[in-house]
């Protein structure tokens, strides 16, 4: 922004559509440029052994990362922002803050790579970890136990879609000592701001929504605590998954364009949830923007919009409901999500394949379960596509 912009007003006066573009990020002062300089540096000079101009050596801190961590914190409402290599390598650096002893409490439907790294990485340091229903505030405060320090929470849950209360969960954590970290990747800060609503910590995979594009990794933390972002940035230092310059450029590009993205992904979302609900084939439908969605009320308390991401269950076989995302042309059958592009997958055998069968089906994620990423392509084209690839795969 320019000098007038500083005296009119400060940058957290303008909305997020217009911080989106320009929160952290100003025209470079020896050329004028108006995009973000990619930093390919390694190391900086130092005036004097120790007196550096605040930077020393890129895995500590690098200028397009800073633009990038100050961009991310303006759009979720944050004090302090930590960018990584992954948004596991976020994940990661949260549970860092955890002790041998410790007990986590977390949701029964958490995303498969996190519940993967909590139960085959950190158990076997003496981690414990209770996964409980989050919809159920009475359930969630009753798996606090007195050496919980933790409670992780996805809203919207991967896949299921379920809506957790976040400001009744982190009363809940506070009460009991906890830290209550969300995970809000599905939701984005254009329609959820966690920290608003009393949790601690935001944590975000920035190769989803934020990037856009399906051309980046990486992840991010968000918090008001200084001391809890300073031990973040002590573990992002030491450890080192750090975003290299040309990723955090393609994220700050990436932030320029979520607003519009994110109205078209839950414009279509919406339209498909609607034609899904009255599939004859369809069971059941996971959309909270849905008035059916158990969990609508709270959603449209605690979000601007229900988002771009929606889970269908067909009365069919793993086989069946594998030839049905085998067979589209317009969405790709890949994992990932939040792209420009439309993305169908079957989480039982793709991206919850590390939860064993048994607890995966207790919890919900049945074989006929299919998830879709809603692209921002013609709504016609999209519900055309899924209706031939049922059609082709049923009948």
Not at 53 to 62: I, V
Not at 308 to 330: C, I, P, Q, R
Request: glycine fraction near 8%; include cysteine.
């Amino acid at each position: 922004m320019d000098n007038s912009s500083e005296e009119d007003g400060t940058e957290d006066d303008y909305s997020i559509e217009t911080r989106s573009i320009h929160a952290g990020q100003h025209p470079d002062k020896e050329t004028g440029a108006l995009m973000t300089p990619i930093h390919a540096n390694s190391t900086y000079e130092q005036d004097a052994p120790g007196d550096h101009r605040g930077y020393e050596y890129s895995r500590t801190g690098n200028p397009t990362r800073t633009d990038l961590e100050e961009n991310l914190a303006s759009l979720e409402s944050a004090e302090f922002g930590r960018a990584f290599s992954s948004g596991m390598a976020s994940i990661n650096t949260v549970l860092n803050l955890l002790e041998s002893g410790d007990h986590v409490v977390t949701g029964t439907d958490v995303y498969g790579g996190t519940h993967r790294i909590f139960t085959q990485v950190y158990e076997q340091y003496d981690i414990e970890f209770s996964f409980v229903d989050m919809t159920d505030l009475s359930a969630l405060e009753g798996a606090f136990q007195e050496n919980t320090e933790l409670l992780w929470l996805e809203t919207p849950t991967n896949p299921l879609m379920s809506i957790v209360d976040i400001e009744g969960a982190a009363e809940i954590a506070h009460a009991e000592g906890a830290i209550c970290a969300i995970d809000n990747t599905f939701a984005t800060p254009y329609l959820q701001r966690p920290l608003e609503l009393g949790a601690d910590v935001v944590s975000h995979s920035l190769t989803k929504y934020l990037g856009g594009h399906s051309d980046v990794v990486g992840g991010a933390l968000l918090t008001n605590d200084e001391s809890l972002d300073e031990r973040f940035g002590f573990y992002q230092n030491a450890v080192g998954a750090t975003p290299g310059p040309f990723e955090s450029f393609l994220v700050l590009r990436g932030t320029k364009t979520l607003p519009v993205r994110m109205d078209r992904h839950c414009e279509n979302a919406r339209a498909i949830a609607t034609w899904l609900e009255d599939h004859s084939d369809v069971e059941r439908v996971y959309y909270p923007g849905l008035d059916s969605h158990p969990g609508h009320e709270i959603a449209a308390d605690q979000m601007d919009d229900f988002g771009g991401m929606l889970s269908f269950e067909l009365d069919a076989t793993l086989e069946e409901a594998s030839a049905v995302v085998s067979n589209t042309d317009v969405f790709a059958l890949a994992e990932s999500l939040g792209g420009v592009e439309s993305l169908i997958e079957q989480p039982a055998p793709m991206t919850h394949a590390a939860i064993p069968r048994e607890e995966r089906l207790e919890a919900g994620l049945t074989d006929g379960l299919i998830r879709a990423s809603v692209g921002i392509e013609h709504v016609d084209d999209l519900i055309a596509d899924l209706e031939g690839a049922i059609e082709d795969a049923l009948y």
